[in-house]
T-cell receptor
Framework: QKEVEQNSGPLSVPEGAIASLNCTYS??????FFWYRQYSGKSPELIMS????GDKEDGRFTAQLNKASQYVSLLIRDSQPSDSATYLC???????????????FGKGTLLTVNP | SAVISQKPSRDICQRGTSLTIQCQVD?????MFWYRQQPGQSLTLIAT?????????ESGFVIDKFPISRPNLTFSTLTVSNMSPEDSSIYLC???????????FGPGTRLTVL
């Protein structure tokens, strides 16, 4: 069973701080990694994708990938109350998992940004 | 990315009945999927909806319980059959386009079974 693990949370940070969200995965064949944001009562919204080792920045969000350590993270700089949501890490299964377009999701980390 | 709509947005059903959920995408997508998100849990893939053929089900999910159709590239249905309270969940449709390698979700259907 291929797994995706996220730090359990909940995570609480003050407004303006950096929020750090972490994820590890077990399938070494995985090549695509995604972070979704899910507000309470809403569906997941894709906010970042990363495919290569290193950092990828998009506005206040930075995704980091280390395939050797099977680790992916999301940093949110200058956190805002509107960032308060559950963040889901998703990893494609790789060919050994049946098809590389299928995703396995972590359980999510609830982030609260306090004004 | 394409926009996905689902109907109904929510429903309350009696045990033993069935509910069909519709998913419509505003443009063609390569793949369509159905997920379940139980209260307080993450997303679990139920099946891949294949155009014009039987869906591909994940371990733990069977066609008799969750029949799926996909008659064309933009529409799919999921039926939750012979429902029990354990089927109370949010059911989400998603689409994946090979050109973008991104999967995006519909708004979900919140199902409560009494």
């Amino acid at each position: 069973q291929k797994e995706v693990e996220q730090n359990s949370g909940p995570l609480s940070v003050p407004e303006g701080a950096i929020a750090s969200l972490n994820c590890t995965y077990s399938d070494r064949g995985s090549q695509s990694f995604f972070w979704y944001r899910q507000y309470s009562g809403k569906s997941p919204e894709l906010i970042m994708s990363i495919y290569s080792n290193g950092d990828k920045e998009d506005g206040r969000f930075t995704a980091q990938l280390n395939k050797a350590s099977q680790y992916v993270s999301l940093l949110i700089r200058d956190s805002q109350p509107s960032d308060s949501a559950t963040y889901l890490c998703a990893v494609n299964r790789g060919l050994s998992g049946g098809s590389n377009y299928k995703l396995t999701f972590g359980k999510g980390t609830l982030l609260t940004v306090n004004p | 990315s394409a926009v996905i709509s689902q109907k109904p947005s929510r429903d309350i059903c009696q045990r033993g009945t069935s509910l069909t959920i519709q998913c419509q995408v505003d443009s063609q997508v390569t793949m369509m999927f159905w997920y379940r998100q139980q209260p307080g849990q993450s997303l679990t893939l139920i099946a891949t909806a294949n155009q014009g053929s039987e869906a591909t089900y994940e371990s733990g999910f069977v066609i008799d319980k969750f029949p799926i159709s996909r008659p064309n590239l933009t529409f799919s249905t999921l039926t939750v059959s012979n429902m029990s309270p354990e089927d109370s969940s949010i059911y989400l449709c998603s689409g994946w386009t090979s050109g973008y390698n991104e999967q995006f979700f519909g708004p979900g259907t919140r199902l409560t079974v009494l």
